[in-house]
């Protein structure tokens, strides 16, 4: 009883099922610790839901499809679809015992999806718990399908929808009072035709008879919507495609019938008081004919003239088409070649815009309003081609030229006598719309109040920051509303996203600093590596202009002690020769510098002659890129330090300096020149091998090689010994007694050494007895080959003994020598 009082308190409304395709994206900004999420699309008692998914980087992605069909109302008042809430609920996945609970909430109208059908939209709402508003914000996009057009309101699927409907009562009783209007009126038309002719009144009780029984049943249904009921539950999906286009063409034919009744009796002057027969001189057989299937209808001849109503006559046998069409109708055969004709409307005079009250539209967003067009008389147009304009008059009552390309207004004939205006509104304020039929303005003026709605991602600009942009440091992303002269400003509730993508692929989210009525936003960035980033600002996920924004990021002055060093040079270096090491250069947070231009310098200090403090400086190739090649020469042999200068700081290595090759020209006799030796002994004379700086040359492989050449009265032996520690013996050695000059050379050319030829004087030993020479003087050899002296006896003999060393030279007895002479006869 319930349903059927609301189905008559909205007697006269439309409904059209709808169904809903609606793709969950993902949502984004969740709060920390949200695990898993899942989305519930509610509308009435009908719901669906996405599977759970879990959370990551505080992102939330199904890409999942949904579907509801749902049914939309169209109010007769307004001939527009009225709103549809629903609901997406976003649950999160808990742990046991508590398993779920509501995260947030958002309400989506479906009305704005309805009225684009077969369009898929994408929208970003944000979340709210209550009145709260939270951060996050969820990604759809939704497609309406219309799928039957004309729903009996018994058949809506949701009691609740259909309940929905209650709001209008005062509109179901406003037009009980125009029907009460209408039928006082055709009361007193009735009184007037009852003068002359007789009329039957029945009475008439809704119902139907049942074929079973042939008994009657009252009810506010007729029998085909009973069977219908009944046969909803047991039909195949072809049968009730079937039974639905019978009854559609039923409906229109009882429309049809309806419509030409009326017209019959809205030909009737209400003001007079004979009838249409009276007055047009018609007999009542005219009328009478039951047998004839056009009784309903009226004779043209009755029409013609009277400039009333557009519909379907019943021609005389002979008439002319000038007649009528100086009545205004456009006369002729209908498509079926039937005897009736169809009368249609003139040219059209005016409109019906299909709302009341003014309406409430956005800055910037296209507004579309179907205009039914109506000729002098207010019949409405059926057919197109009529010249339609729109004219816009904005808030400071300037009428906006038609040449404008954003604010012209578009209209669109669908050739049944409807025409769609397409605009858009670039100011807010309160706009007036007029509408321009064949030439002549309409008696109609629609307001509209246009006011901003939220901020898109095409009302902002991101300002280019200035550089320069070095590693480590911090930069101000300006997010600026492009027209603030307007009057536009951020609410504070935008979903914005920054984020910094860095030339290792790192993402980063960057808070923004947004206040209510503020006209920018601050994001601030800090930059963690060298090299090109990527800077984006979305707005409901999409990117404003010119994002994302290309940044270079330089590294920070150069640090020593973050600097790459490589080289033998940092630790060894050889006496006379050039070392060199590579400084790689890098900021103190380890970023490679890719630019020269540092001033570096190099300072030696040798630690062997720490007395002298002697130091000097390298020379520093800057190659331009970052990079730097030290190089230095030492001639000191030893432990030195290299320090790399930078502004005052240094950086101090300690090394070992080698000494170069040895040199003939640099080597050094140690000791006397002149050495004096008893023959037959060694002698040396010492010589250290030196590099041409004067470092002592130890012994090593290459080394130099020494030779002795030897100029004396006889032969001398010499050899060379190197040793380890860079110092070289020359070992001479003589048999004979005399002055001997040893030349010592090395080399390729034999460069004989420094102070070189040496003096060697060699002397005799002492005398030895088998070695010296005795001669005999007064006595003679027995014979030439005998070893026996003969002598006289009586005669002095002298014996003479010439000392002799072991080598035969000649020498001294020395003291305390004695020479023993012993004869035996």
């Avoid at 169904?19 to 009435?44: C, D, M």
């Avoid at 398993?99 to 947030?104: H, P």
């Avoid at 050039?578 to 400084?583: C, D, G, H, P, Y």
């Amino acid at each position: 009883m319930v349903l059927g009082g609301v189905l008559r308190s909205v007697a006269g409304w439309k409904a059209d099922k709808y169904q809903f395709e609606v793709t969950i994206h993902s949502a984004y900004n969740l709060l920390p610790g949200t695990k898993a999420l899942q989305v519930v699309w509610k509308r009435g008692t009908k719901q669906t839901s996405t599977k759970p998914v879990r959370a990551q980087r505080g992102e939330a992605l199904w890409d999942e499809n949904l579907s509801l069909v749902c049914t939309m109302f169209v109010n007769p008042k307004t001939s527009t679809y009225e709103p549809k809430p629903a609901v997406f609920v976003v649950k999160e996945m808990l742990d046991a015992p508590l398993k779920e609970r509501v995260y947030a909430e958002a309400v989506v109208d479906l009305l704005e999806f309805a009225m684009q059908p077969g369009r898929t939209i994408k929208r970003t709402l944000p979340l709210a718990i209550g009145k709260k508003t939270l951060p996050t914000h969820i990604i759809f996009s939704v497609k309406a399908t219309p799928l039957r057009e004309g729903v009996a309101l018994s058949e809506v699927s949701s009691n609740v929808s259909i309940a929905d409907l209650m709001e209008v009562e005062d509109l179901a009783e406003e037009r009980d009072d125009e029907t009460r209007t209408f039928e006082q009126h055709a009361a007193r038309r009735e009184q007037t035709q009852t003068t002359s002719k007789s009329k039957t009144i029945n009475t008439t009780t809704q119902g139907y008879v049942d074929q079973t029984t042939s008994e009657f049943k009252e009810t506010t249904r007729n029998r085909e919507q009973v069977v219908k009921q009944a046969m909803d539950s047991t039909m195949t999906g072809e049968q009730k495609i079937a039974f639905a286009a019978l009854e559609a063409r039923r409906e229109n034919a009882s429309a049809m019938e309806k419509g030409v009744l009326a017209l019959r009796d809205s030909l009737v002057d209400p003001l007079t008081d004979f009838t249409v027969t009276e007055k047009h001189g018609l007999d009542d057989d005219e009328f009478a004919d039951d047998d004839d299937d056009s009784g309903d209808l009226v004779p043209i001849s009755v029409v013609a003239n009277t400039g009333r109503q557009a519909g379907r006559y019943l021609p005389p046998v002979l008439y002319d088409d000038d007649v009528y069409a100086k009545a205004g109708f456009a006369v002729g055969l209908n498509e079926r070649r039937d005897p009736l004709l169809d009368v249609t409307s003139g040219l059209a005079f005016d409109g019906h815009l299909g709302v009341t009250g003014p309406t409430r539209i956005l800055v910037g967003r296209v507004c579309k309003i179907n205009v039914r067009a109506a000729d002098h008389f207010g019949n409405p147009r059926s057919v197109g081609g009529d010249s339609v304009f729109g004219v816009l008059t904005s808030p400071d009552g300037v009428d906006v030229d038609d040449h404008d390309e954003l604010t012209h207004v578009d209209v669109t004939d669908h050739g049944d006598g409807t025409y769609g205006l397409e605009f858009t509104c670039t100011s807010q304020g309160v706009w007036l719309l007029r509408l321009k039929f064949n030439n002549r303005f309409s008696n109609q003026t629609h307001e509209m109040i246009v006011s901003y709605g939220p901020l898109v991602h095409t009302d902002l600009v991101v300002q280019p920051p200035v550089g320069p942009f070095l590693c480590g440091g911090y930069t101000d992303v300006l997010v600026r509303v492009k027209h603030p002269e307007g009057g536009r400003v951020m609410s504070g509730a935008e979903a914005f996203s920054v984020r910094m993508v860095s030339p290792s692929a790192m993402s980063m989210s960057v808070p923004l600093e947004l206040e209510p009525g503020a006209t920018t936003a601050i994001a601030t960035v800090c930059w963690p590596e060298v090299g090109e980033h990527s800077v984006s600002v979305t707005l409901d996920g999409a990117l404003l202009p010119k994002c994302p924004i290309a940044v270079t990021v330089l590294p920070e002055d150069i640090c020593l002690a973050a600097c790459q060093i490589q080289g033998a040079g940092t630790n060894r270096a050889v006496a006379g020769e050039r070392s060199s090491f590579v400084v790689e250069a890098h900021d103190a947070r380890g970023n490679r510098l890719t630019k020269g231009g540092a001033p570096l310098g190099v300072v030696l200090r040798s630690l062997a002659d720490q007395a002298s403090g002697a130091t000097s400086r390298g020379q520093i190739l800057d190659y331009g890129n970052g990079a730097y090649e030290a190089s230095y020469t030492l001639r000191i042999a030893g432990p030195f330090e290299v320090a790399l200068v930078l502004a005052g700081e240094e950086l101090v290595m300690k090394g070992t300096c080698e000494p170069g090759a040895a040199v003939v020209t640099g080597c050094v006799l140690l000791g006397d020149a002149v050495l004096d030796l008893e023959v037959g002994t060694k002698g040396r004379f010492a010589v250290e091998r030196r590099d041409a700086y004067g470092n002592r040359a130890p012994s090593r492989q290459g080394q130099l090689q020494l030779r002795c050449a030897v100029d004396g009265p006889g032969n001398a032996e010499t050899h060379v010994v190197d040793g380890a520690d860079g110092r070289s013996d020359v070992v001479a050695s003589a048999e004979a007694a005399g002055r001997y000059f040893l030349t010592v050379m090395g080399g390729d050319d034999q460069t004989p050494v420094p102070g070189s030829p040496f003096e060697l004087v060699c002397y005799p030993g002492s005398a030895h007895a088998n070695k010296s020479v005795t001669s005999v003087y007064g006595a003679s050899l027995a014979s030439p080959d005998s070893d026996v002296l003969t002598a006289v006896a009586g005669d002095e003999i002298t014996i003479t003994v010439a000392p002799r060393d072991f080598f035969g030279n000649q020498t001294v007895f020395g003291p305390g020598a004695r020479v023993v002479v012993t004869a035996v006869g």
